[in-house]
């Protein structure tokens, strides 16, 4: 048998092997172009398979040796005993060679479990090419493959990749950007368990919100200690090195019998951990799980690497975004209740791009009108004051900040005295694109604003429902925290607060309003049992007035008239100091000199001296003064000026 001669192993395999049972019969029989064709591939170094007859009997060379595997012997049997896995996809091709028509497979899987130590899947491309005899008949198909597992492996994980990428943009929140990532990768690498963990302050746990898993493995999200895994596994990841490990009973990082325990009863006998390194700390980790050992590839590892970065970028992105919004909220909410205008304009368009709901409340039109004509916003202001607020908008421009008081009238005919800081607002590249500002009503208020704060939904309506058909304006809250960020901004008022609920703070809201001295009286509202003790403690810690549950509604409208009637008392001493303060800076110099004489204990002859003017002209101007702060004496003149803050000047006399 000549043509079988440097045929390798399988040239010799074919020589021994007992081929009376087969319909080929004995070698020395078989036709001339089967022997031409099988000498061929032999010498192949191509992996080939050549397939004979109507039975399909089957031949292959040394180089098709290692696809084998673990599968039944295919020498000399018909080829779908022995690739009957893959047959559906296979016999359509190989009947279609037959029937004279050369074709080809491309990338197919084919599991090997004997070229390496280790299982591994590959791609292959195979030829089918008929094999005709001088009358035309294919009597046989030549099948040569080449593998293709490296270009098929490369393209799936660039593949993944984009996936993953124009995924994870569209994904707003940094939880879901992990688990998206976590199942893409885990599906993709047929691992059992996937997710992100992150590292606490210390760096002694990390945390596991949520993970991926095929299905029968259990979650390992919870919070797990770093020192359980051992301390080689956390140096490697300390180190910003990416743990590897195929077979954690066998890898020298987890040599310890106890460390080995401890993966294993986590489903981790195999594992990659690619450690996310931030300013020289280790902040996260991705981890993949096989509850099997298994053999990892340099490209998995690689992948997992790209998908950590790729991800954490994703996350960090996610979490700005979602701090954004939560600032954005804030802001709204910060808006919502303020009792302030807050207005920005786009100094290039000359148009005002947000404009806050108190808008309405103090110019008492709606906030569309101003945001869609500056001229129109413009055009409330009093006339003398026009000008003077758009030289503060100038300056802004400039990069200047400027606070401006002017007067408005409202569509009813009521004038606001409006107090309006003007800033600057720079884009990222430092340049003034925006004008801000927050526009304060000075004109006093009576009070008739209740805030009710209150965790329980319904007695926090039942309250709003009581106070609204007593006439008042009611704005709830369900926690402390959330009355306490807007309460610098809120319209003086009073405020019920039900310290019953677990969100209401107890006391946290008298006393920080007190701290702050602020003008809004606190009514508490609470559950005493007889004890006098817990009225005497919210008492002290500010509150304005103590109700003890059960109460009547007819004492509750009692506190908040008599803490109205405190508003009213402060409005009104606000409103006479800001009577004499602007009346003090409108004062003429000479009479200005008079008072602070007069404020410094002089009397007639000593002013008069001090000014170099007559004690009857001092008399003069002390009478015009009285007359214009409507003093009575010259004690009670002394009280209203020192009252709105001016402080006595030291005089140099002589004698």
Known sequence: MQFLTGGGTMGARIQAWDWSASPLGSPERWPQDLRTVLRTVL???????????????????????????????????????????????????LEQAFRGEATYLQDGPVDIVQRKSYPERTWWTASFSPIPDE???????????????????????????????????????????????????????????????????????????RDWTEGSTPTFAGQHQVSAFGPLVESELKAGRTVRIDDVARDPLTREPSIVAEFIDAGNRAIIIAPLIREGRLVASLYVHQVESRHWRDDEVVLVQEVAERTWTSVLRARAETALRDSEERFRQFAKHSSTVLWILN????????????????????????????DHWIGTLHPEDRERAGTAIERASRGEEDTHEYHITRPDGGVRWIRDTFFPIRD??????????????????????????????????????????????????GSAKSFLEVAPVLVPGCVVLDIRGHAAGELTIPKELKARRSGLPVIVIGEARGNVAVGVQAMKAGA???????????????????????????????????????????????????????????????????LEISPRTVEAYRARIMERLGAQSLPELVQIAVAAGLQAKASDRNG
């Open 428 to 477: 990222e590249q430092g340049r003034v694109r925006w004008a801000g500002g927050i526009a304060q009503d000075l004109t006093q208020h009576d009070g008739s604003k209740v805030y009710v704060v209150d965790s329980n939904e319904a007695s926090r309506r039942e309250l709003c429902l009581l106070l609204q058909r007593s006439g008042y304006e009611v704005t709830t809250f």
């Open 135 to 209: 009358a035309g008949t294919v009597n046989g198909v030549l099948i040569i493959l080449q593998e293709t597992t490296e270009r098929v492996l490369t393209e799936q994980r660039l593949r993944l990749l984009a996936d993953l990428s124009t995924r994870l943009r569209s994904i707003p929140d940094a939880r879901s950007v992990m688990a998206t990532a976590a199942e893409m990768l885990g599906q993709h690498l047929r691992a059992s368990r996937v997710g992100y963990a992150e590292l606490s302050e210390t760096g002694e746990a990390f945390t596991v919100e």
């Open 347 to 374: 100094l290039e368009t000359r148009r005002l791009e947000y404009l806050s709901p108190a808008y309405e409340t103090i110019w008492g039109e709606p906030v569309e009108i101003a945001l869609s004509d500056l």
């Open 43 to 93: 010498h192949s170094k191509f992996p080939t398979f050549l397939v004979w007859g109507p039975e399909l009997i089957t031949f292959y060379n040394d180089a098709a040796l290692l696809l084998r595997g673990a599968r039944p012997e295919a020498l000399g049997r018909p080829l779908p005993h022995t690739w009957g896995e893959v047959w559906d996809i296979v016999g359509p091709v």
């Open 544 to 610: 304005a007035d103590f109700l003890d549950v059960p109460y009547q509604s007819e004492q509750l409208l009692d506190a908040l008239a008599s803490a109205q009637a405190m508003i009213r008392e402060k409005a009104e001493r606000d409103q006479a100091s800001e009577r004499v303060k602007a009346l003090l800076a409108a004062m003429p110099p000479r009479e200005r000199n008079v008072l602070d004489g007069l404020l410094a204990g002089g009397t007639n002859k000593t002013i008069a001296r001090d």
